[in-house]
């Protein structure tokens, strides 16, 4: 890692910009550091590629003693995605914890739209492609519990490929989501259920973007109260998180 900007933020946290080297290729990875950490949060972004957009949820994160790292990406131009790049993210997603976890804690995973389905693939799922390759994702056993945001799950319809996942999971759909519609989440529940404990939320009115703390330009926001909504998220992830 180098390259390190850092801005203080809101007590006892730290904001901070660094690059990770993996061969000729970087990848900026943003901190958000606790004062007295006993856990580490790994946040996958969406598919716009930018974790700061989720600012105020990280740092709420940090208040409650959780020191977080989230990549940033590329922005994805379609909704049909890249094998190879879903590979990349996984696995800098992995080595960015690395960057930050000899310390031994803890390691919870949370994550919205696209990056689920990477937290889910790293907490041993089996995700494939539409045309039926099998994305090469190595399993991060450090991950033991999962907070998902309109979870992208139809990466994983095989028979048997969420057999692995045996963690925690939290998971939220909106009713107006039509990226990832909530019957995404709700299948969480069917194919995880004996084997991990698992919780499904469907907002009523939220759509794909109402759970960013700034959605893309340009976007309709179907919740007339977001930012209250917003308040209320984050603090149920922290309390789902350090529980």
Not at 92 to 118: E, F, K, Q
Not at 191 to 204: C, H, S, T
């Amino acid at each position: 890692m180098g390259g390190e900007n850092a801005l203080t933020t809101g007590e006892g946290s730290r904001v901070s910009k660094r690059v990770l080297s993996e061969g000729d290729d970087t990848c900026e990875v943003t901190t958000v550091e606790a004062a007295e950490p006993s856990r580490l949060v790994l946040f996958a972004v969406g598919g716009g590629g930018d974790p700061r957009r989720h600012l105020p949820l990280l740092m709420s994160l940090a208040d409650h003693g959780c020191t977080v790292v989230a990549p940033h990406f590329e922005r994805m131009v379609s909704l049909i995605p890249i094998g190879s790049d879903l590979e990349t993210r996984a696995r800098r997603l992995s080595l960015a914890l690395d960057s930050v976890a000899p310390n031994g804690l803890p390691v919870a995973g949370v994550g919205h739209s696209i990056g689920t389905t990477m937290l889910l693939a790293l907490a041993g799922g089996q995700a494939w492609m539409r045309m039926g390759q099998r994305l090469a994702i190595d399993p991060d056993a450090r991950l033991d519990r999962l907070a998902l945001f309109t979870p992208a799950t139809n990466f994983f319809r095989a028979p048997g490929a969420l057999d692995a996942v045996r963690v925690p999971v939290l998971a939220w759909g909106g009713t107006r989501d039509d990226i990832t519609p909530p019957a995404q989440a709700t299948f969480l529940k069917e194919a995880l259920d004996g084997r991990a404990p698992v919780e499904v939320r469907i907002v009523d009115g939220a759509g794909h973007f109402s759970f960013m703390n700034e959605p893309p330009p340009n976007v309709a926001e179907p919740l007339p109260d977001r930012d209250v909504f917003l308040v209320d998220l984050a603090a149920e992830v922290c309390r789902f998180v350090t529980s």
